[in-house]
């Protein structure tokens, strides 16, 4: 991670509500996810960030500067924070025009400086023909971008997205997420963005912070937090395919050994694990290989082997979700090319083989 640019601890209470904060959030350059389900916290924290809500404790600090101190009853007000704030639905002014909404925040400026502003941005996002029309003259994607100009066009310190694709259709998300993260890698200003789809988490952030039930549970790297949840309840939330029960057996040349479901397999120990101790084993979908068997089914890399039945296959999208009972039961994620080429029919026999270090496990 990056240099710590943010750094807060509060809570916000609601009367006959939750309580809603997080413990040491520490955030730096890139894009920082907030991960979770729906009511887990994640707008209250990023709106207590913003000045647009108060913490009712804790403190939060940006770049060396107290933003809120509740202590000292202290905090400081929305304008003065230099943050763009991007809400679910936009919140586009429908009487402006597009140029007049990505202006809006400029009257600071000279007209000719803000005029030039306005247009470098409408350049840059592409919408330099659209300046003229209302927002109701735009499409979902349109109105995303545009209320993006608006939050960059005064070049903030902090930049909060809250849910930003998630009003778009279908095929517009999956387009405007990847022009999502190059626009910001190219802005360069230290980013918060909330969302509950975990594709979008993992294409979009640098760093994770996983929201359970109103608390910070799980931050770091968004491929190390997803591939290595640090309780069950984590590895739910980020959609990990099989979660066993199983119980580890022993250390054995740095490895350890786990009996699940009559099946023992080799992974990496991790912190907190005990010889003889209850664990959950972790196995995400994308990384189980499938094979017909046969001399050159094992590799040197992939030391479990598990035999496998087919039990029904779903398309989803470019993928099929291969379901499969074995020992215990078991999910790979297959592209449809690797589909056909293996023939898949439920009721076949197969092989799975999974990597030591793809076998995560948790202790009870």
């Known amino acids: 991670m990056n240099a710590t640019r943010l750094i807060a601890t509060f809570v916000r209470t609601f009367p006959g509500g939750p309580e809603i904060g997080v413990d040491n959030l520490c955030l ?31 403190q939060i600090q940006f770049a060396g500067s107290a933003w809120f101190d509740g202590a000292r009853r202290f905090s400081l007000p929305a304008p003065r924070r230099d943050v763009g704030y991007v809400p679910q639905d936009y919140a586009l002014f429908p009487h402006l025009t597009v140029a007049g909404n990505v202006g809006y925040g400029l009257f600071a400026l000279p007209a000719a400086e803000k005029t030039a502003r306005v247009a470098e941005t409408l350049d840059w996002l592409g919408l330099t023909d659209l300046g003229a029309r209302l927002p109701h003259m735009l499409s979902g994607g349109q109105q995303q971008r545009v209320a993006l100009a608006r939050a960059v066009v005064r070049r903030p310190q902090l930049l909060l997205l809250d849910e930003p694709l998630a009003a778009l259709d279908t095929p517009t998300r999956l387009h405007l997420r990847a022009e999502l993260r190059q626009w910001l890698r190219h802005l360069a200003i230290p980013t918060v963005l909330v969302t509950h789809d975990r594709f979008e988490a993992l294409a979009l952030g640098d760093t994770v912070v996983v929201m359970q039930a109103g608390r910070n549970v799980q931050q770091g790297v968004v491929h190390e937090v997803f591939s290595r949840p640090v309780n069950r309840a984590v590895a739910e939330l980020t ?44 196995i995400r979908a994308e990384d189980v290989i499938l094979t017909r068997g046969g001399p050159g089914a094992a590799t040197a890399s992939a030391r479990n082997r598990l035999a496998v039945t087919v039990q029904g296959l779903q398309r989803e999208g470019p993928q099929v979700r291969v379901n499969l009972e074995g020992a215990f039961p078991l999910t790979a994620l297959l592209t449809q090319a690797a589909c056909a080429e293996l023939a898949l029919h439920p009721g076949d026999f197969l092989i799975a083989l999974v990597k030591t270090p793809q076998v995560h496990l948790i202790p009870w």
């Open 28 to 58: 730096g350059d890139g894009v920082t996810v907030l991960f979770g389900a729906s009511g887990s916290g994640k707008t209250t924290i990023l709106r207590c960030l913003a000045g647009l809500d108060r913490p009712d404790q804790g």
């Open 239 to 282: 959609a990990v395919e099989t979660i066993q029960p199983g119980r580890l057996v022993e250390l054995r040349d740095g490895l350890a050994v786990v009996a699940v479901g009559g099946q023992q397999l080799l992974a990496l120990p991790g912190a907190g694990l005990s010889v003889s101790g209850e664990v959950y084993v972790c």
